[in-house]
């Protein structure tokens, strides 16, 4: 059984940084494009980040480039956004999908952790 789970989310005040874990198992993970998405209250789910199987190509969204790093662990299976100066409007549950890249209809999801930037 394929499963995604996601930690590291919690409380962080204004231009503080946060670190969010994606552990898989169920998969060959090395073998899958990585993604973070993001769904604030009220709001459509937003595209974060990405990384290609070998961590070689990253992409990100204009909202958080510049301020967030993703990585992978292939033999830990395990994908990280390392998030820094964070601000209110990153408030929201952060999502992680592994996506098979010789069929992209075939994509698990983890079931999201919180990340609240308040003061």
């Known amino acids: 059984q394929v499963q995604l789970v996601e930690s590291g989310g919690g409380l962080v005040q204004p231009g503080g940084s946060l670190r969010l874990s994606c552990t898989t198992s169920?998969?060959?993970?090395?073998?899958?494009?990585m993604s973070w998405y993001r769904q604030a209250p009220g709001k459509e789910r937003e595209y974060v980040a990405s990384?290609?199987?070998?961590?070689?190509?990253?992409q990100y969204a204009d909202s958080v480039k510049g301020r967030s790093t993703i990585s992978r662990d292939n033999p830990e299976n395990t994908v990280y956004l390392q998030m820094d100066s964070l601000k209110p409007e990153d408030t929201a549950v952060y999502y992680c999908?592994?996506?098979?890249?010789?069929?992209?209809?075939?994509?698990?999801w983890g079931q999201g952790t919180q990340v609240t930037v308040s003061s």
């Open positions: 999908k592994a996506t098979f890249p010789f069929d992209n209809r075939v994509n698990y």
């Open positions: 169920g998969l060959p993970f090395s073998a899958y494009i």
């Open positions: 990384i290609w199987p070998s961590g070689g190509t990253t």
